[in-house]
């Protein structure tokens, strides 16, 4: 009962965040190698947005990961969102506050589907709250512009600075007949995808596949010998790329599948 009144609570004080004196701005939940702390460690991280006039010190107020525990990091001291302006907490479970270097009591987590940014004033009243959204590695989700309500995916996140280059959103995933793998026999492999408007392009090699590779052209690929398939679609609508990646080995009996997937569309960032 608790997890449906907290769920509840979620989504109806994100329904008024933008009333909030600070909003969470962009996050990053798969920072591999894109933005250091302090330490010179790639944590995850929080941007946060002060839309107003004035700067804004947010000593004692609290960021969470979890709705049934809104208090669960408070701001130890002195911490300033400048007016009109950002500023980055690192998700690193360090639990300190030093300069201008934040660290929160937790980690993120994205896979796990449950988990949320929230942040309440020093009084305890809730300001913002956006549910933790899976990216691909090194991606970020964030408002498409600084404030707006609007929330997109980036190919590069913009940490400290204005958000730029909003893509609207990932996408379904293309399908391959065949799992790659070990097969006793031949193989004929065909592509699809779930959406009408794209073009898949693909190489037998191993070679990172792109719009100038060979196209497929929905005739069946026939396989006889151990071949690495990779696959990209491009969209009418302007770029848009899915790699998929599958090894076949024929004529024994073990499957063994890889995969990886991106797509990017102009004004629309789609990952399979």
């Known amino acids: 009962m608790n997890k449906i009144i907290y769920t509840a609570l979620f989504i109806c004080l ?43 010190d947010i000593n004692g107020w609290a960021l969470t990961d979890k709705t049934s525990n809104p208090s669960k990091w408070l701001f130890p ?11 980055v907490v690192y998700c690193s479970g360090r639990d300190e506050l030093i300069g201008s270097n934040a660290h929160t009591n937790f980690k993120i987590t994205q896979t796990k589907g449950n988990e949320v940014f929230m942040i309440s004033d020093a009084s305890g009243i809730f ?71 794209i073009t898949i392009y693909y190489t037998d090699n191993g070679d990172e596949p792109n719009n100038s590779s060979t196209q497929y ?16 679609a491009y969209s009418s609508n302007g770029l848009i790329f899915r790699l998929v990646l599958l090894i076949f080995i024929p004529f024994s009996l073990t499957i063994h599948t890889l995969s990886q997937s991106y797509q990017l569309q102009a004004n629309r960032l789609i990952i399979y």
């Open 77 to 87: 001291s002195s911490f300033i969102v400048p007016a009109n302006g950002l500023a």
């Open 127 to 197: 300001q913002d709250s956006i549910k933790v959204m899976p990216n691909q590695k090194t991606h970020t989700r964030g408002r498409e512009t600084d404030g707006a309500a609007n929330w997109s995916v980036f190919i590069s996140g913009t940490p400290n600075a204005n958000n730029f280059g909003a893509m609207e959103e990932y996408a379904t995933t293309p399908v391959f007949s065949q799992s790659g793998g070990y097969n006793n026999t031949a193989v004929n492999l065909t592509m699809s995808s779930p959406d009408p408007q």
């Open 14 to 56: 994100t329904l008024f965040s933008l009333n909030g004196q600070i909003l969470i701005n962009e996050y990053s939940a798969a920072n591999y190698d894109t933005y250091a702390d302090n330490y010179g460690e790639y944590e995850d991280w929080v941007e946060l947005y002060n839309p107003t006039a004035s700067p804004i």
């Open 217 to 232: 052209n929905n005739i069946p690929i026939n396989i006889t010998s151990t071949s690495v398939i990779k696959a990209i």
